[in-house]
T-cell receptor, first 112, second 114 residues
Framework: GNSVTQMEGPVTLSEEAFLTINCTYTATGYPSLFWYVQYPGEGLQLLLKATKADDKGSNKGFEATYRKETTSFHLEKGSVQVSDSAVYFCALSATGFQKLVFGTGTRLLVSP | DTGVSQDPRHKITKRGQNVTFRCDPISEHNRLYWYRQTLGQGPEFLTYFQNEAQLEKSRLLSDRFSAERPKGSFSTLEIQRTEQGDSAMYLC????????????FGPGTRLLVL
């Protein structure tokens, strides 16, 4: 079946450090890929998405590139801020299906 | 755009009681989804509606669970004879039909079954 695997957290970084959160997927066909973020006490928010191979999604300084050859969608940011502390979820929506399949989430903690 | 709203935000109940949650989607969205999230896990799909039709149900949705969207607007999720294992965050999301649609999530209803 379709699945998403994320690196385990927490990821602890100092402000202005480079961030990578790994995400790989298993799916039939050509899924769409998403990163959602959950800030403390808030609901899930879409951070970025990509709908086909080699697409790059970007938002708020975060980027992720849809790599079909490695079935990956790693999240990156060049310089994190304390306000980026949150839980990040990688997700996919398989071709012809509507539901999202989520990874287990990766908690990011950024210290000043 | 007022966003997706859910009510109540928190619910504590005793095992064996019935509970009902409500979700109001973004007004122009014709798709509505329910997910369940337990501590330390990602959300898991339960069911979804397109307008008033329930098009898919997960095997996670036992006979004790029922969802409705009677007029294609708000939706309710009812859990009968609650069990301690039902304790979780119940999330609602809405979206508009179309390729690679974005799902917009509500704040969730946190259920605790004692």
């Amino acid at each position: 079946g379709n699945s998403v695997t994320q690196m385990e957290g927490p990821v602890t970084l100092s402000e202005e450090a480079f961030l990578t959160i790994n995400c790989t997927y298993t799916a039939t066909g050509y899924p769409s890929l998403f990163w959602y973020v959950q800030y403390p006490g808030e609901g899930l928010q879409l951070l970025l998405k990509a709908t086909k191979a080699d697409d790059k999604g970007s938002n708020k300084g975060f980027e992720a590139t849809y790599r079909k050859e490695t079935t990956s969608f790693h999240l990156e940011k060049g310089s994190v801020q304390v306000s980026d502390s949150a839980v990040y979820f990688c997700a996919l929506s398989a071709t012809g299906f509507q539901k999202l399949v989520f990874g287990t989430g990766t908690r990011l903690l950024v210290s000043p | 755009d007022t966003g997706v709203s859910q009510d109540p935000r928190h619910k504590i109940t005793k095992r064996g009681q019935n509970v009902t949650f409500r979700c109001d989607p973004i007004s122009e969205h014709n798709r509505l989804y329910w997910y369940r999230q337990t501590l330390g896990q990602g959300p898991e799909f339960l069911t979804y509606f397109q307008n008033e039709a329930q098009l898919e149900k997960s095997r996670l949705l036992s006979d004790r669970f029922s969802a409705e969207r009677p007029k294609g607007s708000f939706s309710t999720l009812e859990i009968q004879r609650t069990e301690q294992g039902d304790s979780a965050m119940y999330l609602c999301a809405s979206g508009r039909r179309g390729g690679a649609e974005t799902q917009y999530f509500g704040p969730g209803t946190r259920l605790l079954v004692l």
